[in-house]
Antibody, heavy 122, light 110 residues
Framework: QLQLQESGPGLVKPSETLSLTCSVS??????????WSWIRQPPGKGLEWIGS???????YYNLSLKSRVTISVDTSKSQFSLSLSSVTAADTAVYFC??????????????WGQGTLVTVSP | QSALTQSASVSGSPGQSITIACIGT?????????VSWYQQHPGKAPKLLIY???KRPSGISNRFSGSKPGNTASLTISGLQAEDEADYYC??????????FGGGTKLTVL
């Protein structure tokens, strides 16, 4: 059974860079039928797709965040990472990592991590 | 890309059926057969209920069903149970390998 687990600082200062890592177990990060994604949820609000990365490094991003986001993958560690620069209070959210099934295109998010709360505050 | 439109809340009594709508456009819901639905209980991660408009993953009850007439996708829950009380989100492919979620609907079981 595929399992994903987020890790990283729970508090980030405004204007700094938010960095999170997702560790994948029970499956291969190099799967040809998987992209690896980050999704966030501000407190009391809905879900927002941030972006997805393939094991080769090919990535796709939400256009509204693209200028500040980098998602990278480290297959040797079975991890993928999120970097979000120049954060503000609006970036405070629970951040989920998830598997984005790939079948001649990106499909549904079928496995999710438990989520980690990141607060942006001085 | 704006979020897909969902009603903020819906309610029903045990045993009843309810439908949650996800309103989009020709550029998202209406343009592709890649709509998925997720259930989220408080403090938990979302759980996949429906993908590709009508398909259920292994282990998901057949009380959950999806459809998509035109630019609106729908999730129907039949035989409502107390444990169905949760938030429900739709999601749609919008082209160029990008995705968007709906704003979410809170289901209350009376």
């Amino acid at each position: 059974q595929l399992q994903l687990q987020e890790s990283g600082p729970g508090l980030v200062k405004p204007s700094e860079t938010l960095s999170l890592t997702c560790s994948v177990s029970g499956g291969s990060l190099s799967s040809t039928t998987s992209y690896w994604s980050w999704i966030r949820q501000p407190p009391g609000k809905g879900l927002e797709w941030i972006g997805s990365v393939y094991y080769s490094g090919r990535s796709y991003y939400n256009l509204s965040l693209k200028s500040r986001v980098t998602i990278s993958v480290d297959t040797s560690k079975s991890q993928f990472s999120l970097s979000l620069s120049s954060v503000t209070a609006a970036d405070t959210a629970v951040y989920f990592c998830a598997r984005h099934r790939y079948d001649w295109g990106l499909r549904e998010f079928d496995y999710w991590g438990q989520g980690t709360l990141v607060t942006v505050s001085p | 890309q704006s979020a897909l439109t969902q009603s903020a809340s819906v309610s029903g009594s045990p045993g009843q059926s309810i439908t949650i709508a996800c309103i989009g456009t020709n550029s998202d819901v209406g343009g592709y057969n890649h709509v998925s639905w997720y259930q989220q209980h408080p403090g938990k991660a979302p759980k996949l209920l429906i993908y590709d408009v009508t398909k259920r993953p292994s282990g998901i009850s057949n009380r959950f069903s999806g459809s998509k007439p035109g630019n609106t996708a729908s999730l129907t829950i039949s035989g409502l149970q107390a444990e169905d009380e949760a938030d429900y989100y739709c999601s749609s492919y919008i082209g160029d390998n990008t995705w968007v979620f709906g704003g979410g609907t809170k289901l209350t079981v009376l």
